[in-house]
C-alpha cells in the first residue's frame, strides 16, 4: 500500500508510519543537540503521550534527562484497510529508539479516563519506576465515559452566549471566509468541562498519591493555552475556555489537598499555539496560526512543539522555584504574546485578502506542520515505497 495524505474538510484521515518515525528521530535529534537536562525528573508519566505536547514531554524527559517513562494513549492500529492513526506510529517508534538509547519506557494504549487503565499504570509505576517525580497531563479527547457513574460526555468547541463571527481562512484551498458559529447550549458547556477541564487530572494524582506512588517534592504540570483577544470569542471565552479555567483552577485543590504533605506542586503551563489536528478547523485560530508564524519566523523566535516543551523542561520545570506570572501560571507562551508581536499580527488581521494570503501568512509553514503531524512532508522518507500490512500493523 502507497501512503498518501487524504484530506477532508481540513482533516487528515491517513498518517505515515515511516514519516511518523522520522519525526520522533527529529525531535530527539532536536532535544540531544542542546545537551542533558539540570536537575532533571528520573521518573515521568504522561498522560496523553502520543502526539504534540505530550510527545514532545516525553521526548524531553527521557533523552534529555534520561528518565524512565510510562505513557498513556489511546490510538488506532493499522489494518488492510488503511494507516493507523499518527499517535500510534510515534508511540511504536519512541518506545523502539528508547530501548535502542537504554532508556526505559512502556507505553499503554488504553482509555487515560477508565478506572481498569488506571489500575494498571498504577502497578506498572509501582514494579517499574518506584515513585514518579514528574505527572505530564496532556490529554486531548472529544469523549470522556465518567468512571463514577458510567455516563458519556462529549466536547464542543463553540462560543458561548452568542454566536462568533469571524474572519476565517482554508489553508489548504487558500480561501478567506466569513465563519458563524453558533453557541453552546448549557448542557454542551458542562460536558466539554468534563471532558477536557481537569476533573480526571485530579483524579490521576489523588489515585497515585493514595497508593503512595509520588516521591517527595513531586511536581505535575498540564497543558493550557490563552491567546489573543481576537480569537476569544471562540477559544478563551468559549467551551474550550471554560474547561480551560476548570483545568488552571485544579492547580489549587492538588496543591492545598494531596501534594501538601508531600512538599509537591501542581502548575499549568501556557503554551504558544502551534498546528494541531484541530487547528485547521478552528474558525479564525488558523487565520491567527499563519500570521503568527510569519511573524515569529521573521523575527527568528518561532518555536515548533519540541522546542517548545524542551524550553519549558530547561527554564521553567528545572529551577529550584518555577517562574510564574501573577495567576501562578508558567507563561511558555511568553514570546508569542510579546507586544511587537500582537502588534504586528493586529496589523495584518484586516488586510488579509484570498489574494495576498501567501504573502502576508505562511500558509507553507501551516500546511508543512499539519502534514508532518501525520508523517507527511518529512525529508528523507521515501512516499512512493509500498508499505506491508505488517508496517500498517504494527509500525516500524
Known sequence: MIVKPKIINNICLTSHPVGCAADVERQI?????????????KNVLVIGSSTGYGLASRIVAAFGGGAKTIGVAFERAGSEKGPGTAGFYNTIAFDRLAAKAGLFSKSFNADAFSTETKTAVLDAVRTHLGKIDLLVYSLASPVRTDPKDGVQYR??????GHDYVAKSIDPFKGEVKIATVSPATPEEVAATVKVMGGEDWQLWIETLAQAGLLASGFRTVAYSYIGPEVTYPFYRS???????????G???ALNQGPLAALGGKAFVSVNKALVT????VIPAV????????????????????IEQIDRLFRDRLSASTVPTDSQGLIRIDDWEMRADVQGEIAALWDKVTAENLTQIADIAGFEKDFLQLNGFALPGVDYEADLSLQLLEAGV
Open 238 to 248: 468559549g467551551t474550550i475556555g471554560k474547561a480551560k479555567e476548570h483545568l488552571e
Open 155 to 160: 466536547s464542543v468547541l463553540k462560543p458561548i
Open 286 to 305: 488558523s487565520l491567527y496560526i499563519s500570521l503568527l508564524y510569519k511573524v515569529m519566523k521573521a523575527k527568528g523566535i518561532h518555536e515548533g512543539c
Open 250 to 252: 485544579t492547580v489549587k
Open 277 to 280: 489536528r484541530a487547528s485547521a
Open 29 to 41: 535529534a532536536y532535544v540531544q543537540s542542546k545537551g542533558p537536562l539540570s536537575q532533571a525528573p
